[in-house]
């Protein structure tokens, strides 16, 4: 599917929408808070995964890998070894930090200076450097490094429109907001209006636009038109678990491909085993660790 790959640049333009949305620009606090989120599970689930693995699940998985120390190392330091999704993790966190430093040195011209940085991000892309330069990393380093110039983009692009409040102005002009993203998305996507580069996975400006542009046609959705106080609190309460879902979902994958040809097979049902199986992980995970910081491992 050619579009699939607008799906991590629309969840980082949002991660950081909600990051200014919640205050964290002028709130030490709520910042420490989003870190807190992003570092425990970063850290907790490798190590447990690795406890795990060695343990009861090398007896009750037959042929399965065991993890070395230095598997469980370079997992905490890149995050793509056993658990490879986390190279997004690894990201957030580091361009997280790269923010709280900005807005600390910055002081009100932050989001000027980290939008200069973004012309520098497609520098390197469009340029070729940013490809060099991680081609002669390692195979664990070249995830998260190198795609900190591609996504860098997307964080910022999050930001800005936080800072406007974008959301709002959309709603008294639908119609037009459903008409010119619908358009754009389409020219984009049948025009090669942008020079075709090479990247690790997310690169080009293209991919930036066409997320903005679905993510400001969802916008359109009537969520004020939910009266029921049952859906709207049952639509709440899955979406409690979308980060522990993530956290998961390659490793139920791993351990069950071989068992389960649902899920062996790449098939849709297969998808949605997986997604049900680390709800309900998550859903008793956060019934265990009630209101601790280990709740963070799930949600």
Known sequence: MKNRKIHVPSFFIMSFYFMYNNSVTNNSRKLLIRLERLIIPYLGWPIIIYILNNGMFHIIFKNIELYSIGNLINQLLWGNIFIIQFWFQWDLIMITLMFSIFIFIFKNNYLFYLQLLVFFAYFLQYSGYNMKLYKALSSEKKECLGRIAEVFPFTVTGFYLGSINIFCLLNTHKIKTLIFSTLIFCFIENYSVFSIIEGVSYFGIDKNIKA????????????????????????????????????????????????????????????????????????????????????????
């Open 212 to 299: 903005i542009s679905v993510i400001f046609i969802f916008s359109l959705f009537p969520s004020d038109k939910i009266t029921s106080k049952k859906i709207k609190i049952f639509l709440r309460h899955i979406s409690n678990y979308t980060g522990g879902i993530f956290f998961l979902h390659y490793t139920i994958y791993i351990y069950l491909k071989n068992f389960c040809n649902l899920i062996k097979n790449g098939s849709f049902f297969g998808c949605i085993f997986i997604y049900l199986i680390c709800y309900l992980l998550c859903l008793i995970g956060t019934k265990i660790s009630g209101k601790s910081r280990f709740r963070y491992l799930f949600g």
